[in-house]
T-cell receptor
Framework: QKEVEQDPGPLSVPEGAIVSLNCTYS??????FMWYRQYSRKGPELLMYTYSSGNKEDGRFTAQVDKSSKYISLFIRDSQPSDSATYLCASKGGNNRKLIWGLGTSLAVNP | DVKVTQSSRYLVKRTGEKVFLECVQDMDHENMFWYRQDPGLGLRLIYF???????EKGDIPEGYSVSREKKERFSLILESASTNQTSMYLC????????????FGSGTRLTVV
């Protein structure tokens, strides 16, 4: 079992839809949780990060961590075609130098 | 704007060639990483470095080596390129605690023929 599991999709939604992207993790020591967005033929870029449990909101994006169920979510409201990308979740423990990655979910937002 | 710069966006090399991929960061980060990314396999860590002249193997180090002579530069070396090393190579850097994760370069698409 991978330490971070993520359904690769692909996920296809109409413009304006609410998108829910999800990961699960198995390591109870994970404290930092991140979402990266990767456009085609580009490097990933940090979109959201959270520490421990709770929600964090930034514009149309909300990151949510539920440590009791080891569940990480990213919600995109009013999705736009420009949101079409691969979304990767990542986690790490407090003293770890490495991020542990999900496989990424491919999202297409159709006009 | 802070950056991680990879020297080439696209490379085509022949089987058996020695290949150098260069990465430079301007954020004074201690940690630097080399990944390869393949469809269906996600990001796989090749090597990482947490200090000058220090290196640690990642999950798939076979066929690769690295060099970090200066803090800002981390090089990936394919000693004898093979076709199964055709991939997207991504360099990343991060601060001491990696609290804010990594900053990635734009990637090098390497094709070995």
């Amino acid at each position: 079992q991978k330490e971070v599991e993520q359904d690769p999709g692909p996920l296809s939604v109409p413009e304006g839809a609410i998108v829910s992207l999800n990961c699960t993790y198995s390591n109870s020591a994970f404290q930092y949780f991140m979402w990266y967005r990767q456009y085609s033929r580009k490097g990933p870029e940090l979109l959201m990060y959270t520490y421990s449990s709770g929600n964090k909101e930034d514009g149309r994006f909300t990151a949510q961590v539920d440590k009791s169920s080891k569940y990480i979510s990213l919600f995109i409201r009013d999705s736009q075609p420009s949101d079409s990308a691969t979304y990767l979740c990542a986690s790490k423990g407090g003293n770890n130098r490495k991020l542990i990655w999900g496989l990424g979910t491919s999202l297409a937002v159709n006009p | 704007d802070v950056k991680v710069t990879q020297s080439s966006r696209y490379l085509v090399k022949r089987t058996g060639e020695k290949v150098f991929l260069e990465c430079v960061q301007d954020m004074d980060h201690e940690n630097m990483f080399w990944y390869r990314q393949d469809p269906g396999l996600g990001l796989r860590l090749i090597y990482f470095s947490y200090d000058v002249k220090m290196k640690e193997k990642g999950d798939i180090p076979e066929g690769y080596s690295v060099s970090r002579e200066k803090k800002e530069r981390f090089s990936l070396i394919l000693e004898s390129a093979s076709t199964n090393q055709t991939s997207m190579y991504l360099c990343a850097s991060g601060d001491t605690g990696l609290v804010y994760g990594y900053t990635f370069g734009s990637g090098t698409r390497l094709t070995v023929v």
